[in-house]
């Protein structure tokens, strides 16, 4: 984090800072008592706007404290806030409320603000440097990404730009689940490829192994390497071997398909190593210390009879204990560990790392937050930790072209890949497409949809803002004029409105990422660039209005810089989800 980004205060951290040193000087008066907790003031604005700039709550939290009326209380505020040349007018509104409307002056210097900033703009301190591990993708390693994992991907890897942009330590994992049979299928399937590049006739692909073209080039390099020593030999001789290099092959392929999407991992943790380590058995033996694994027989599944269920012990986790409708098994009969079972190790692992945790999961995995939360807090609390835990759900993609479903299917090898969808309409429009809707709704690709140049298309309609900044600096620049602030004092009441949506991105930024919603920041844009292009359109029927005004070079200088440092939030804020900030259309 650069030093003007820890030094700068921006304009509504500024009066949050305003409104706290009035409140301590009310102690200092004895209006309020000592040591009053102000930790419930806030300083936000108002949900309408026609009520002004900025509101605070102060006087509503602190009148219990007070022992006073929260209007009395909010007047000796006013009376405070009224001295402050920044504010224009300070008025008290219903119970209590205090609404406060800024002068131009305060808004012109968040300008210059956003201009000594640049790329710093937003960056806040509020993280602490908190370490928190991200934990998105986790595919199994069984082939190529493929849309159904890319939603999950991107809104995962905009959050920990989010996050560390408002000052957190993120570490960015990807968990490879390669200790699984799925595991043992890849590696039957590799070797039948490789008997194939060797000169056997495989035929039809049998069911239960993956078709994909994809482990063809597998195949053939495991022959070059390998020669023909495991063409007829058992199974029991090669499978480890082709499990170890199928994984690896994948793992090349799975990271390069991220990289066209611009996501790149800090740790790679294998369930195979973590095994192989001991760590579910020290999990298993710490839970069981403390009485939350206990060997039991579940219950037989809905429909199964005596007949055709076979009562076995397993060791369970009290999950009954955190909410859940019916202790979980931890181990399978075979002695196997159950997905929880291995994600309870995992987690505590990178709790050894991290302050916090955020796991980007499918809704398909709804049902197992509860219970992984509620242990991975009891192993934690058995370490002397607390550790926030945070599950983030997103659900599918339906893949559309021109409205008709395009079919996706891992095992029968015909889905599409992620790799050709970002080929075909680009890396930006995939990854804003992902954060246009709450990452647990549902969600429609439409191919042709997202190539439309319309309102309807929020990436374009984020980027023509851009675009259309650039084109007028440009313009600006054949006619001899720059952008420039020395005429700012120009700026009218439309200009001001423009810049009050942008001056709201440090804020913006701070929400988001205490909600760990990366989607808020694409809903933002698209509200920028329709103010943007609101004022933008003033000029078809008003040419006093147009960034370039005819025979006015300073008050078309001081717009300019005002595009210009638009330009410069959208393009902060498209760094966050990704996404390039284009010069031209």
Same mark, same amino acid.
């Given at each position: 984090?650069?030093?003007?980004?820890?030094?700068?205060?921006?304009?509504?951290?500024?009066?949050?800072?305003?409104?706290?040193?009035?409140?301590?000087?009310?102690?200092?008066?004895?209006?309020? &008592?000592?040591?009053?907790?102000?930790?419930?003031?806030?300083?936000?604005?108002?949900?309408?706007?026609?009520?002004?700039?900025?509101?605070?709550?102060?006087?509503?939290?602190?009148?219990?404290?007070?022992?006073?009326?929260?209007?009395?209380?909010?007047?000796?505020?006013?009376?405070?806030?009224?001295?402050? @040349?920044?504010?224009?007018?300070?008025?008290?509104?219903?119970?209590?409320?205090?609404?406060?409307?800024?002068?131009?002056?305060?808004?012109?210097?968040?300008?210059?603000?956003?201009?000594?900033?640049?790329?710093?703009?937003?960056?806040?301190?509020?993280?602490?440097?908190?370490?928190?591990?991200?934990?998105?993708?986790?595919?199994? /390693?069984?082939?190529?990404?493929?849309?159904?994992?890319?939603?999950?991907?991107?809104?995962?890897?905009?959050?920990?730009?989010?996050?560390?942009?408002?000052?957190?330590? %993120?570490?960015?994992? =990807?968990?490879?689940?390669?200790?699984?049979?799925?595991?043992? %299928?890849?590696?039957?399937?590799?070797?039948?490829?490789?008997?194939?590049?060797?000169?056997?006739?495989?035929?039809?692909?049998?069911?239960?192994?993956?078709?994909?073209?994809?482990?063809? /080039?597998?195949?053939?390099?495991?022959?070059?390497?390998?020669?023909?020593?495991?063409?007829?030999?058992?199974?029991?001789?090669?499978?480890?071997?082709? !499990?170890?290099?199928?994984?690896?092959?994948?793992?090349?392929?799975?990271?390069?398909?991220?990289?066209?999407?611009?996501?790149? #991992?800090?740790?790679?943790?294998?369930?195979?190593?973590?095994?192989?380590?001991?760590?579910?058995?020290?999990?298993?033996?710490?839970?069981?210390?403390?009485?939350?694994?206990?060997?039991?027989?579940?219950?037989?599944?809905?429909?199964?009879?005596?007949?055709?269920?076979?009562?076995?012990?397993?060791?369970?986790?009290?999950?009954?204990?955190?909410?859940?409708?019916?202790?979980?098994?931890?181990?399978?009969?075979?002695?196997?560990?159950? =997905?929880?079972?291995?994600?309870?190790?995992?987690?505590?692992?990178?709790?050894?790392?991290?302050?916090?945790?955020?796991?980007?999961?499918?809704?398909?995995?709804?049902?197992?937050?509860?219970?992984?939360?509620?242990?991975?807090?009891?192993?934690?609390?058995?370490?002397?930790?607390?550790? @926030?835990?945070?599950?983030?759900?997103?659900?599918?993609?339906?893949?559309?072209?021109?409205?008709?479903?395009?079919?996706?299917?891992?095992?029968?090898?015909?889905?599409?890949?992620?790799?050709?969808? %970002?080929?075909?309409?680009?890396?930006?429009?995939?990854?804003?497409?992902?954060?246009?809707?709450?990452?647990?709704?549902?969600?429609?690709?439409?191919?042709?949809? %997202?190539?439309?140049?319309? !309102?309807?298309? @929020?990436?374009?309609?984020?980027?023509?803002?851009?675009? !259309?900044? #650039?084109?007028?600096?440009?313009?600006?620049?054949?006619?001899?004029?720059? &952008?420039?602030?020395?005429?700012?004092?120009?700026?009218?009441?439309?200009?001001?409105?423009?810049?009050?949506?942008?001056?709201?991105?440090?804020?913006?930024?701070?929400?988001?990422?205490?909600?760990?919603?990366?989607?808020?920041?694409?809903?933002?844009?698209?509200?920028?660039?329709?103010?943007?292009?609101?004022?933008?359109?003033?000029?078809?029927?008003?040419?006093?209005?147009?960034?370039?005004?005819?025979?006015? &070079?300073?008050?078309?200088?001081?717009?300019?810089?005002?595009?210009?440092?638009?330009?410069?939030?959208?393009?902060?804020?498209?760094?966050?989800?990704?996404?390039?900030?284009?010069?031209?259309?």
């Amino acid at each position: 984090m650069s030093d003007k980004a820890v030094k700068n205060t921006t304009l509504h951290a500024a009066f949050a800072e305003k409104v706290d040193a009035i409140l301590a000087a009310l102690e200092a008066e004895a209006v309020l &008592p000592a040591g009053t907790n102000r930790a419930n003031v806030a300083v936000e604005p108002p949900r309408d706007p026609s009520h002004g700039d900025l509101a605070t709550n102060a006087a509503m939290v602190l009148a219990k404290q007070a022992k006073s009326n929260p209007r009395e209380l909010a007047g000796k505020i006013v009376e405070k806030l009224s001295a402050d @040349p920044a504010v224009e007018s300070a008025e008290i509104a219903g119970p209590g409320f205090i609404n406060m409307r800024l002068a131009d002056s305060a808004w012109l210097d968040e300008l210059s603000a956003i201009a000594a900033l640049g790329a710093d703009y937003g960056r806040s301190t509020m993280g602490g440097d908190t370490r928190v591990n991200v934990e998105y993708v986790s595919a199994n /390693p069984t082939g190529p990404m493929h849309m159904g994992h890319c939603r999950g991907a991107v809104v995962g890897d905009a959050l920990a730009a989010l996050m560390e942009f408002s000052g957190h330590t %993120v570490i960015r994992e =990807y968990y490879v689940n390669d200790a699984g049979g799925q595991v043992d %299928v890849l590696a039957r399937s590799a070797h039948l490829r490789y008997r194939e590049a060797l000169g056997d006739t495989i035929g039809t692909i049998p069911d239960g192994l993956y078709p994909g073209d994809y482990l063809i /080039p597998v195949g053939q390099a495991l022959a070059e390497s390998l020669g023909d020593r495991y063409k007829d030999a058992p199974e029991a001789e090669w499978l480890e071997i082709f !499990r170890k290099e199928a994984v690896a092959k994948m793992m090349e392929l799975i990271k390069a398909d991220l990289a066209v999407l611009g996501i790149h #991992h800090d740790v790679f943790a294998s369930e195979a190593e973590l095994q192989a380590a001991g760590k579910p058995e020290a999990a298993e033996q710490w839970l069981r210390e403390h009485d939350l694994v206990y060997d039991g027989v579940l219950e037989a599944p809905k429909g199964k009879t005596l007949e055709d269920w076979e009562a076995v012990e397993l060791p369970l986790f009290r999950s009954t204990k955190f909410g859940d409708d019916q202790d979980r098994p931890i181990k399978k009969a075979d002695g196997k560990w159950t =997905y929880f079972g291995a994600d309870l190790a995992y987690h505590l692992q990178k709790a050894d790392a991290a302050d916090a945790l955020v796991n980007i999961w499918g809704t398909d995995h709804a049902g197992t937050v509860k219970r992984i939360k509620a242990a991975v807090a009891a192993l934690a609390e058995g370490q002397d930790k607390k550790i @926030p835990f945070d599950v983030k759900l997103v659900n599918m993609v339906k893949l559309l072209r021109g409205g008709e479903p395009v079919k996706m299917s891992k095992r029968s090898g015909s889905f599409v890949t992620l790799a050709e969808v %970002v080929e075909e309409v680009g890396k930006d429009v995939v990854r804003f497409t992902m954060l246009t809707r709450k990452p647990d709704s549902q969600m429609e690709f439409d191919f042709q949809k %997202v190539k439309e140049t319309s !309102r309807d298309n @929020p990436v374009f309609y984020v980027q023509y803002a851009s675009a !259309r900044i #650039h084109r007028n600096i440009r313009k600006g620049a054949e006619e001899g004029i720059t &952008p420039s602030p020395e005429a700012l004092d120009q700026l009218g009441s439309e200009e001001l409105d423009l810049l009050k949506v942008a001056a709201q991105f440090p804020r913006m930024v701070e929400t988001a990422a205490t909600a760990a919603e990366p989607h808020r920041i694409a809903y933002y844009l698209d509200e920028l660039a329709s103010a943007f292009h609101a004022f933008y359109n003033l000029g078809n029927d008003r040419p006093e209005k147009r960034f370039i005004v005819a025979q006015n &070079p300073q008050l078309s200088a001081a717009r300019l810089f005002l595009a210009a440092q638009i330009g410069q939030v959208i393009r902060n804020g498209l760094a966050l989800l990704g996404v390039d900030a284009v010069e031209e259309m």
